[in-house]
């Protein structure tokens, strides 16, 4: 019983909330000129569905491409960070590489 009456005053908040912001007279304009480009692109594809479909599959493969490239750069960046994890062992074998090159006892 709970549930229907918060979706029916979510509804009703969304329309009044909706309803007041159309006293706005920019928002109203640009509202209209919004639906029209929408009407308009929801015609055209409607009577050319071909294009609707090309413009998916482009899409699509746009989609495919940018993932490719995040897991490409997220594979670098995992590749840096075991690099930077062996830097401190490395820098260790160095110093004591040399503190042991400098504390040798010079034999003359």
Known sequence: MGQS???????????VG???SMF???TREKTIATTKKMKEAISFYASN??????LVE?????TKVLC?????????????????????ST???????TKSAFSLPNKE
Do not use: C, H
């Not at 482009?58 to 746009?62: D, G, I, M, N």
């Not at 820098?91 to 590489?97: A, L, P, R, V």
């Open 5 to 15: 009456k918060l979706l029916a005053s979510i509804v009703v908040g969304a329309t």
């Open 18 to 20: 909706a309803a007041l």
């Open 24 to 26: 706005d007279r920019t």
């Open 49 to 54: 569905r071909e294009e609707l479909q090309v």
């Open 58 to 62: 482009e899409k699509v493969l746009a």
């Open 68 to 88: 490719e490239s995040v897991t490409e750069n997220v594979n670098t960046i995992v590749e840096k960070v075991d690099e930077f994890k062996e830097l401190p």
């Open 91 to 97: 820098i260790e074998g160095m110093i004591n590489d």
